[in-house]
Nanobody, 121 residues
Framework: QVQLVESGGGLVQPGGSLRLSCAAS????????MGWYRRAPGKQRELVAD???????NYADSIQGRFTISRDNAKDTVYLQMNSLQPGDTAVYYC???????????????WGQGTQVTVSS
């Protein structure tokens, strides 16, 4: 059974920081691209950042330079360090694990339950 368990969300003032964690189980962690997505009120879910096992990362333009994704392959955990948080970062943040089968031309994805991040004074 695949589980992605997020933690670290909460209420923070503008300019503050939070660190999200996502502990994975039931998957071969190193084979998966691990990512963070978010869904703000009234908006569609969007990619925030993702990371391959080899450390290649990809970031949304809106958070470039403020957020950092990292992963610990020994602990099957991915992190999202969020600095200089703004009210526009308020959203539910979801952990995602994606396996791409290049030979079969298909992918498999799993999602966490989400963690709320609220940036407000």
């Amino acid at each position: 059974q695949v589980q992605l368990v997020e933690s670290g969300g909460g209420l923070v003032q503008p300019g503050g920081s939070l660190r999200l964690s996502c502990a994975a189980s039931g998957i071969s962690f190193r084979s998966y691209v691990m990512g963070w997505y978010r869904r703000a009120p009234g908006k569609q879910r969007e990619l925030v950042a993702d990371s391959t096992s080899g450390g290649r990362t990809n970031y949304a333009d809106s958070i470039q330079g403020r957020f950092t994704i990292s992963r610990d392959n020994a602990k099957d955990t991915v992190y999202l360090q969020m600095n200089s948080l703004q009210p526009g970062d308020t959203a539910v943040y979801y952990c995602n694990a994606k396996f791409v089968d290049v030979e079969q031309g298909r992918s498999t994805a799993y999602w966490g339950q989400g963690t709320q991040v609220t940036v407000s004074s």
